[in-house]
Each structure stands twice: as structure tokens, then as C-alpha cells.
């Protein structure tokens, strides 16, 4: 028996990740879950958790994808609704014969390891639904992908330490070269 189990979150296509973390994480508190490259889907995308929720930043990387012709067209904005749902491919099966116009006929491998598939909006009324199925892998690929985040995290803090070091022991040695020259 096919279900929906609730809503997972919302997509938002944004021109610029970082300056919408600073409304939705700094603004409003909300945590980023994790930060994944999706080169199938032409996009970068950040996921911040509010509880059971979350609330996905879509950024486009391939100018010719979906998602950065929905950016040309409507700006940013609300990209998708994504429903969790027990028995994907039994969704779609059902879906199909009651003449729903589906843009993934079959389940299709999206980030953080779930299987996904989208609804053309022509068929729920305006709206781009995208149905998604935990997999059994999905909880070790999101702690790996959490951990490469913590990682490039690290590394790039690393890099402004080294950078304000060397900064600092340059502003050292210009003042000794000053003091040898008085």
C-alpha cells in the first residue's frame, strides 16, 4: 500500500547560497543539515533542518538545467514540495494510470542517497511535487556527507589561520625592517 508520510521539505531556488543562509540560518536559527553537489541535477544544494522538516537551497551550476531556467524565468523563490512516501515506485505505477504527467517515470537516485521523482506541475496544479523514499543507505550517506562538510569546514578555517598568521608575521617583519632602517 502506498503512502505519504509528510511533508520532507520545501525547495527553494536561490541565485546565491550563501546570501540566503544569511536569512534562513542566521535569521531564522534554521541548522544546515548538509551541503551537496548534485551534478546530475546541474545544482548545489544546502539542506537546513527545523526538526522533522527541512528546507532545501537549490543554487544552479549548469546554465542550460531546469533549475536555472526556473531561476531566469520566476527569479528566486519556491522551486517544489517534496512529499515523503513509503513505496515509491507503487506511487508512480498509480500515479501513471490515472494519467498524472510525471517528469520521472521511474525512481531516480537523488542526494543524500534517497530515491526521488518529480511531478510535472501541469498535473497537481501549478506545483512541483517531488516524491521521495528513505533508503536504507540514505542515513550513512547523510553522516558521510555531514562529515565532509565539517571537514571543507576545517580546512577552510585552517586556511584563514594560515592566512592571518603569515598576514600578521608580515606586519612583524615590516616593523623590524623599520626599526633596523632608523
Not at 502506498?2 to 531556488?13: C, D, E
Not at 543562509?21 to 553537489?37: M, P, Q
Not at 544544494?45 to 531556467?69: C, M, W, Y
Request: glycine share 10%.
Amino acid at each position: 500500500m502506498t503512502s505519504t508520510t509528510r511533508i520532507n521539505h520545501i525547495g527553494l531556488v536561490v541565485d546565491d547560497i550563501d546570501e540566503a543562509l544569511k536569512f534562513w540560518r542566521d535569521g531564522l536559527g534554521l541548522k544546515v543539515a548538509y551541503v551537496e553537489d548534485v551534478p546530475g541535477q546541474g545544482a548545489v544544494v544546502a539542506f537546513l533542518s527545523n526538526g522533522n522538516q527541512e528546507v532545501e537551497l537549490v543554487k544552479p551550476t549548469d546554465e542550460h538545467s531546469g533549475i536555472s531556467r526556473f531561476l531566469q524565468e520566476r527569479g528566486p523563490g519556491m522551486h517544489h514540495i517534496c512529499l515523503e512516501v513509503v513505496d515509491l515506485a507503487g506511487y508512480l505505477e498509480r500515479l501513471q494510470s490515472m494519467g498524472v504527467e510525471l517528469i520521472n517515470a521511474e525512481p531516480v537516485l537523488g542526494t543524500g542517497g534517497r530515491l526521488i521523482a518529480f511531478i510535472h506541475p501541469k498535473s497537481t496544479h501549478g506545483v512541483l511535487v517531488e516524491l521521495y523514499e528513505l533508503t536504507p543507505e540514505e542515513p550513512e550517506i547523510r553522516l558521510a556527507l555531514a562529515g565532509e562538510l565539517a571537514d571543507r569546514a576545517l580546512i577552510q578555517g585552517q586556511r584563514v589561520a594560515a592566512g592571518v598568521l603569515g598576514f600578521l608575521r608580515g606586519l612583524r617583519q615590516d616593523q623590524h625592517s623599520e626599526d633596523d632602517t632608523n
